[in-house]
């Protein structure tokens, strides 16, 4: 059985940093695009950033410059927030999917396999 499971979420004051991380098991994972994912309450659930195991990574605009994902071999992946803001307060997901040249990472319908969640909350 698959299974995504995050971790390192919790309560941080505006400026902190939290790293966040998501080991996979139940398959091999090898060659699988991994992404982060998060929701705010009565909010869509929006990309954040998603790596391939190539290296070449994506990021959403509002986390660029803050927020760097990577991979370990043990197909675990990490998603290092720092600068972190108010408006980063939401659950994030872990997400996998099977790589396919036609990919799009950054769409919530691409991936297979998710996570239950790790609540992020950033106090002003």
């Known amino acids: 059985q698959v299974q995504l499971v995050e971790s390192g979420g919790g309560l941080v004051q505006a400026g902190g940093s939290l790293r966040l991380s998501c080991a996979a098991s139940?398959?091999?994972?090898?060659?699988?695009?991994m992404g982060w994912f998060r929701q705010a309450p009565g909010k869509e659930r929006e990309f954040v950033a998603a790596i391939r195991w190539s290296g070449v990574t994506y990021y959403s605009d509002s986390v660029k410059g803050r927020f760097t994902i990577s991979l370990d071999t043990k197909s675990t992946v990490y998603l290092q927030m720092n600068s972190l803001k108010p408006e980063d307060t939401a659950v994030y997901y872990c997400a996998a999917t099977p790589y396919t040249p036609s990919n799009d990472f950054t769409s919530v319908n691409e991936y297979r396999y998710w996570g239950q969640g790790t609540q992020v909350t950033v106090s002003s």
């Open positions: 139940g398959r091999p994972f090898v060659n699988y695009p």
